[in-house]
């Protein structure tokens, strides 16, 4: 199924990804780049060609185009922060976040292992920028679009039920998520 893409919203990505180098990407991330979930900037959830983007489940990836085709009415864009990564990405940071934050009890709230991460399996995503999220913190729900994680309020993962009875209870952080404990 394809969503149409408004014309604003192409121009901006064509001018952002223009400028937006690669290369500079790979660098800020060693020698791990797009192909293994890295997001240059300006990247909407419109992006197949990005795989950060085109390897999310498919659930999700339709819920957040519906919903960002509803959000330009409000002219707010969804921008993708993160989305699928490959567990290599993952664990770079991880190691990124416990070098930040010292310690790996005070990194996992911030950051999963690759085997609990739900962005290795696709179905989690960072939006950006804060209009976006404030837009979905409103109306996500709607679309089954729920922010998991009262830290991470650019955290949204597919949440269906919650179209019918609102998205469930926020954990505090990460470390508070069941499905992060194995």
Known sequence: MTH?????????????????SPSAASDRLGALGEADGAVPQGVTVFDDGIPAVANLDSDLLDALRRAATDAVD?????YVNGGW??????????????SKYGSEKEAARWVATPDTS???SGRAIDIGHSDAT????????????CQIYRNEPWHYELRPEA????????????????????
């Open 4 to 20: 149409p893409e408004p014309a604003r919203t192409a121009a901006r990505r064509t001018r952002s990804l223009a400028s937006s």
């Open 74 to 78: 409000d002219e707010v864009e969804f």
């Open 85 to 98: 990564r490959s567990p290599e990405y993952q664990e770079q940071l991880l190691r990124a976040a416990i």
């Open 118 to 120: 739900p962005h290795v």
């Open 134 to 145: 404030a837009w979905l913190s409103t109306h996500g729900a709607r679309y089954g679009l």
């Open 163 to 182: 179209i019918d009875h609102g998205c469930p209870p926020m954990y505090a952080d990460p470390t508070h998520d069941p499905r992060m404990q194995r």
